[in-house]
């Protein structure tokens, strides 16, 4: 199995701005410049368009994974943590974003 945290997905995105609530959604990502040349790289894409391409492709790539999370626990019984970061269930914010939970488990919004 390929490891996530070394080449192809390692510095590809900045992480959104500090939300107010931490229970909030997830705030949008923004591509690194070597993700946007990347992008522009492969897909054609003109200078002037490359970021805006990158970022909606990081950002796609988040709600895809987001739309599978939910609350998990490990082996030793910790958690519940997001199956898709592994983050404290739900301060990372993607029960807003998970098609696996229905509306009444998610009763922040």
Known sequence: MADPNNGEFVGIFH???????VLD???PFT???????????????????????????VNLMERYGAAFAKPVFDMEGNGPMCSFCSM??????????SAEI??????NE
């Open 15 to 21: 992480v959104g701005k500090p939300r107010k609530n």
């Open 25 to 27: 959604k997830p705030a």
């Open 31 to 57: 591509a690194t410049k070597k993700f946007a040349q990347y992008v522009q790289e492969n897909l054609g894409i003109p200078d002037e368009r490359m970021y805006d391409a990158a970022d909606w492709v």
């Open 88 to 97: 404290i269930w739900p301060l990372c914010g993607h029960h807003h974003m």
């Open 102 to 107: 229905d509306d009444e488990e998610d009763s």
